[in-house]
């Protein structure tokens, strides 16, 4: 009764996407079968099944699956998030053409953010991308993305196995590719636009030892290139290698992965209601360390014209990542199949702003100021810091440049387990599964001295070292458990259904070592809150069908219910109890707390039909409705009034602000054509909107909520009915491609629709396309000798389309943060196997 009342509010269907030049492939419909124990040789991995893209029918729910080969057309290098923005429902946005830069990229699937989202690597969790590090890596930085066997996405919501605790609004999983069969080598040169230049290498071993049952690669890259509004290298090392071990008893699969990446950031234009200076790019001054000096005067301070556009001297990610995993697929009988894998993940890195003493003196004067208790207090940007000899003193203080250097570091050290049980007993498919990790992490704020007599010994590529104080330091330690039953009935030939739930238990204390001294950190009553919160939830259901209309159409249903996790990072204003302003606000969250929570419904019907004799030989098409209620959204609002990104270095804690329902109505379509094998046009249109439930409140002490209400009252924000920001209403995505053989050609047009900046929607950016593409010409392998050789180019926004890429909700009226576009680039690879 209960799931019949919830379905009358809604359905939801995944989009489909087909292949761009070679054809389509389908998965199996049922749940995934134990293998047999006479398995014999290693199975081709799915995910190096050709250079298509492939649509999976997930039993009950459908997810699209993009093939290496077609990540790698998009641009050799990318992220496989970027690589899936083609896909219908799926809107991404980076700064750089690849997808890389973390501090800037945005993923929003169905109005869901990437917050929201869950991430696995060939099924480990890779937690939920948020840019300061304590839960995980990004895909990029998990595997090169030469390496990638496909990108799955499951929009609406993923399988009730994915190991996530961000898995609101469906889930994200990569797939590394299987050593190959035969021995072999194969080699990449890219150069291009800004300097670029990226180097892989790849060597498999082919099948070797006693019954040819063994194989492995061992590959490595290394990334260079310009920042392309700024003199700024981004790029950095990685090294992959994986061995597999397969026979009758079972497979055996290892993985390593190591990744060293120095990344200078991108800075975004800050807009408000009294801002209106617009520049399009707000670049860096590094190197030219002559013109900061010039910029700020005497005493660190920025031109007050500038307001929050002032210019850093250079800002950085710098990242290093050791992962490895050992999976064991116990092949117990021909109708059962025992799955374990164990997994470790160490992370140190370093988030870094070079900026004016001025921006930051609130923080300094805190610190270096002996007699601070006393002394006028300076306030930031031009607002006191004059020629006084308190003034000079902490220009001295902090190295005579007139800039300051502010961290924030990071250390993480998660281990974890999985273990799924897959039984195969006819008519039903019962999987039982288990996850748990134990996550240590640590974040620091410290801050250091630029020194105006070596301003060789500060750079984006050094990490900085002797801190002249450190703001403060916060420790998480955090288990996470996650249980799942379900069972794959097939009730009839044409009728599947398929239920189940999952648990979601997360045990987590947080505690501040160092905390920040009085007057540091805006918004701070007393020290930062320390303490543990456990949200246990033990039945989050999922239940759903899929019945056979024809051989060629087919009508599936999904209802299931998920679970956010509290973030349990400690470091910046964020969706985290641990850096609210009080410890009242964290002890009504650990007692009163709702943790985020959605309803996912999603009805679809999906057709593939042949033609013969007729010029259109093939066509695809499916059509999705979905309908989310999304319950106890959470807002972070930053309590420095400059505190949005690209606005401030200073930053301040957060009001957490739970800003109730959220309800979404969405319709994902998209058909390809095939004309014979020469030449197919995909295009998905995807309709989206998410809408505010009620206002609500936000209060100085860190506490704030849904008014349930719209309209009205004192302190009052008027989100009632308004959509969320950040998020396209409509998008287009077309794929045409051409392959004649030694001649391949691929056209990208993706078309972004406005988006609201504000909660309030009151401001909006406008909408955008851009167009991308690929010429690919295969040489005569047998005549230089070599397996395979190819040369390629690719032009990326080919019209050189300029406006808003990522933005950056700010809380108040007309005030956000907008990153700009790439422009229009080039690159040419040269690839040889042997």
Request: aromatic share 12%; hydrophobic share 35%; net charge neutral.
């Amino acid at each position: 009764m209960f799931v019949r009342n919830r379905l009358r509010a809604s359905i939801s269907i995944l989009a489909f996407v087909a292949a761009a030049h070679a054809g389509l492939a389908h998965a199996e419909d049922a749940a995934p079968a134990a293998a047999p124990a006479n398995a014999g040789s290693a199975k081709a991995d799915a995910g190096d099944a050709g250079s298509a893209i492939i649509v999976t029918a997930k039993t009950t729910r459908s997810a699209t699956a993009v093939t290496g080969a077609e990540i790698q057309k998009i641009l050799p290098g990318v992220s496989p998030l970027k690589a899936i923005q083609t896909l219908p429902g799926v809107f991404y946005v980076t700064a750089d053409p690849w997808g890389n830069n973390e501090q800037n990229a945005q993923i929003f699937i169905h109005g869901f953010n990437y917050q929201q989202l869950g991430y696995t690597l060939d099924g480990l969790p890779l937690g939920d991308q948020n840019y300061g590090n304590y839960n995980g890596l990004a895909p990029q930085r998990a595997v090169i993305s030469e390496n990638v066997g496909r990108a799955v996405v499951s929009t609406g919501a993923g399988d009730l196995g994915t190991a996530s605790t961000s898995n609101l609004g469906g889930a994200i999983e990569t797939f590394t590719s299987d050593p190959k069969a035969n021995l072999g080598l194969d080699v990449a040169e890219t150069i291009g636009s800004y300097g670029t230049s990226r180097t892989y290498a790849r060597v498999d071993t082919g099948s070797f030892g006693p019954g040819k049952e063994t194989r492995a690669y061992l590959s490595f890259a290394r990334q260079r290139a310009r920042a392309w509004d700024f003199n700024g290298i981004q790029g950095g090392w990685q090294a992959n290698a994986k061995l597999v071990h397969e026979n009758t008893a079972g497979k055996l699969t290892a993985y390593f992965d190591y990744s060293d990446k120095t990344e200078p950031n991108e800075d975004a234009t800050s807009y408000s209601a009294t801002q209106t200076y617009t520049p399009y790019t707000r670049p860096y001054l590094y190197p030219n360390y002559g013109a900061q000096k010039s910029y700020l005067d005497a005493y660190g301070n920025t031109p007050t014209a500038d307001g929050s556009n002032y210019r850093n001297y250079y800002s950085d990610a710098q990242r290093t990542d050791y992962l490895a995993y050992l999976k064991y697929d116990a092949y117990l009988s021909d109708k059962i199949t025992w799955s374990n894998q164990v997994y470790f993940h160490h992370n140190d890195g370093v988030g870094v702003v070079a900026g004016p003493l001025g921006q930051s003196i609130t923080v300094i004067q805190a610190y270096l100021d002996p007699n601070y208790a006393t002394d006028t207090h300076f306030t930031g940007n031009h607002n006191g810091l004059n020629n006084t000899a308190l003034g000079s003193a902490l220009v001295a203080a902090t190295g005579g440049s007139g800039l300051v250097i502010r961290t924030t570091e990071y250390r993480i050290d998660r281990e974890g387990f999985l273990s799924t049980l897959h039984a195969n007993l006819g008519a039903h498919q019962i999987e039982f599964g288990a996850w748990f990790e134990h996550n240590s992490a640590t974040q620091w704020r410290r801050w250091y001295g630029a020194d105006d007599s070596n301003p060789s010994s500060f750079s984006p590529y050094i990490r900085p070292t002797n801190p002249l104080f450190t703001q403060y330091q916060g420790e998480a330690r955090v288990e996470e458990l996650q249980l799942h039953l379900q069972d794959t009935w097939r009730l009839t030939p044409r009728l599947l259904v398929e239920g189940g739930f999952k648990t979601s238990a997360q045990w987590a204390n947080g505690w501040y070592p160092i905390q920040p001294a009085t007057g540091s950190l805006s918004g701070l009553s007393g020290g930062l809150p320390q303490g543990r919160i456990n949200t246990l939830r033990w039945f989050l259901p999922a239940f759903g069908a899929k019945y056979d209309l024809t051989s060629h159409e087919q009508l599936y249903l999904n209802v299931q219910k998920n679970l956010r996790q509290y973030m349990t990072y400690l470091g910046g204003a964020s969706l985290s109890p641990w850096f609210t302003g009080s410890q009242a606000a964290f002890d009504t969250f650990a007692s009163q707390g709702k943790p985020e929570t959605s309803w996912t419904y999603e009805i679809g019907l999906r057709s593939r039909r042949t033609f013969t004799g007729s010029p259109l030989s093939a066509i695809e098409a499916q059509v999705n409705y979905y309908h989310v209620v999304f319950n106890n959204r959470q807002l972070a609002i930053n309590t420095n009034p400059g505190g949005i990104a690209g606005s401030g270095i200073t930053g301040g804690t957060a009001i957490l602000v739970n800003v109730g329902s959220v309800h979404t109505d969405g319709v994902d379509a998209a058909f390809t054509l095939h004309f014979g094998q020469q030449f197919s046009l995909y295009n998905a249109l995807s309709y989206n909107r998410s809408t505010y439930q009620s206002d609500y409140t936000s209060t100085a002490n860190g506490i704030g909520a849904a008014t349930g209400t719209c309209g009205g009252g004192t302190n009052v924000v008027a989100t009632c009915g308004k959509v969320v920001p950040g998020s396209p209403t409509w998008m287009n995505k077309t794929v045409a491609s051409l392959n004649l053989g030694a001649l391949e050609a691929q056209v990208i047009g993706d078309y972004i629709g406005s988006r609201y900046a504000t909660y309030t929607n009151d401001t909006s950016v406008p909408s955008t396309f851009q167009a991308s593409a690929r010429v690919t010409l295969h040489l005569p392998a047998e005549k230089l000798h070599v397996a395979k050789a190819d040369v390629s180019l690719n032009v990326t926004n080919i019209s050189n389309t300029t406006g808003a890429s990522s933005l950056s909700i700010g809380s108040a009226s007309k005030n956000y943060s907008v990153y700009p576009i790439a422009p229009r680039q080039w690159f040419v690879t040269f690839g040889l196997g042997f």
